[in-house]
């Protein structure tokens, strides 16, 4: 199994571009998760999804959206991107309603100039 | 609103010294509780946790926590620490009937020989 992969790794963007972080897994995780991780600030999460179809909002969800059409695929999209935006995003999935583990990808830097 | 704090955001110790990180959380229902590392340009590994069993949980390489009700903590102690033990360490919390993993700002650990 690979687990959960992220792409790009890097990526760097133009204020106002959009793009496309790919997020996918083959654990048959129910529950999959975005975080963006700041210096000093933790991980804060963007948006969830519980299974396929079912998406919900984090803590910072301004500027993203999410999609589930399958289990495998949670892409994170963004319209208009900001130098605010400027971050580490890890994707993450696992069986929260049961144990609570999340398996975390190994995360996409993304910059914004 | 349910959260965790992690206080001190850097801690230094010399090998072979006891590990200690403090973690408090706020909320007045137990909820289930963890401990993640993660080690440089890497993804978060689960090193705990504590789902209302026992209240000294045991973790991978040797690491170990306890909850403590009447303190809201669940603190992380290792006896002697490893030039390998080196990396950021999050305290997360997921509220019973949620789907949320709320993590901590995070502690970076430094081990000096």
């Known amino acids: 199994n690979a687990g959960v992969t992220q792409t790009p790794k890097f990526r760097i963007l133009k204020i106002g571009q959009s793009m496309t972080l790919q997020c996918t897994q083959d654990m048959n995780h129910n529950y999959m998760y975005w975080y963006r991780q700041d210096p000093g600030m933790g991980l804060k999460l963007i948006y969830y999804?519980?299974?396929?179809?079912?998406?919900d909002k984090g803590e910072v969800p301004n500027g993203y959206n999410v999609s589930r059409s399958t289990t495998e695929d949670f892409p994170l999209r963004l319209e208009l991107a900001a130098p605010s935006q400027t971050s580490v995003y890890f994707c993450?999935?696992?069986?929260?309603?049961?144990?609570?583990?999340?398996?975390f990808g190994e995360g996409s830097r993304l910059t914004v100039l | 609103a349910q959260s965790v704090t992690q206080l001190g955001s850097h801690v230094s110790v010399s090998e072979g010294a006891l590990v200690l990180l403090r973690c408090n959380y706020s909320s007045s229902v137990p909820p289930y509780l963890f401990w993640y590392v993660q080690y440089p340009n890497q993804g978060l590994q689960l090193l705990l946790k504590?789902?209302?069993?026992?209240?000294l949980v045991k973790g991978i390489n040797g690491f170990e926590a306890e909850f403590k009700k009447s303190e809201t903590s669940f603190h992380l102690t290792k006896p002697s620490a490893h030039m390998s033990d080196a990396a950021e360490y999050f305290c997360a919390v997921r509220l019973l009937g949620t789907d949320k993993l709320i993590f901590g700002t995070g502690t970076r650990l430094q081990v000096f020989p």
């Open positions: 999804s519980v299974g396929a179809g079912i998406t």
């Open positions: 993450a999935g696992g069986q929260t309603e049961t144990t609570g583990e999340l398996f």
């Open positions: 504590y789902t209302s069993a026992a209240t």
